[in-house]
């Protein structure tokens, strides 16, 4: 399924954009290192401040040695769809510039960008991916290994589509593209202005208040799609 079966944007943009989403149902069918090295790829080619690319990618694929590694790091929940993944994905950034060992400010920022570039190119590959922050950190850093100067960002499971009645009964009905909110709750035009539900307008808070707040358009429309999806 294409998420722009199930929603459209506001705004012209690239059906990529919108068809892009985070299934769980996946085959169970392997994939070749090949395709995945080809996601890779294209996270590589994300921005990074400095070009300092502060992103490492540590996987396995299932049915190798290192499998039963990252499968173990999951919450119970998470295994109980995980389990029919091609790939597991973990994300860490280097905390520091390579050029001064300074702090890098965005090192998560930019790693972000690169896991957008994975996904996106898995949705052109007509390959599910589905990022997760449900399994341990702690465990993670030290069962892969991972040098104090990164962070553990997140998981990801890569696998090939699969069918939603092959999930736990609990998740068949969830198996489906989440909305978003409008962009009146995201963007902003000058400093940050509390969010209305439905609202369009802004008054000041206070007469002498520079600080500005959105007000209800009784003309308005929300959109109240589930959003249930954390990537």
Not at 79 to 94: D, I, M, P, Q, R
Not at 113 to 135: D, I, P, R, Y
Not at 210 to 220: A, I, K, N, R
């Amino acid at each position: 399924m294409k998420g722009s079966e199930k929603r459209k944007a506001d705004y012209p943009v690239d059906a990529l954009f919108v068809d892009r989403w985070s299934p769980r149902a996946m085959s169970g069918e392997e994939i070749a290192e090949e395709e995945l090295l080809t996601l890779f790829e294209a996270a590589r080619w994300a921005p990074s401040s400095y070009n300092n690319q502060p992103w490492r990618i540590l996987y396995a694929r299932r049915n190798t040695v290192y499998w039963p590694l990252f499968f173990d790091l999951l919450v119970d929940f998470n295994k109980t769809w995980v389990k029919n993944a091609a790939a597991l994905v973990v994300f860490v950034s280097k905390r520091t510039f390579d050029h001064n060992d300074e702090l890098s400010v965005t090192h998560s920022f930019d790693t972000g960008a690169a896991w957008e570039n994975l996904a996106l190119q898995a949705t052109l590959k007509k390959l599910v991916v589905h990022g997760m922050e449900g399994f341990d950190y702690e465990k993670a850093r030290m069962a892969l290994q991972i040098p104090p100067d990164f962070r553990v960002e997140a998981m990801a499971a890569i696998g090939k589509p699969g069918k939603k009645e092959d999930l736990p009964a609990g998740l068949q009905e969830r198996e489906m593209p989440s909305g978003r909110r409008p962009l009146a709750e995201l963007v902003i035009e000058g400093p940050y202005i509390l969010p209305v539900a439905g609202s369009r307008g802004l008054i000041p808070r206070g007469e002498e208040s520079l600080t500005w707040c959105l007000v209800s358009d009784p003309g308005s429309e929300r959109n109240d799609g589930t959003f249930n999806e954390a990537f």
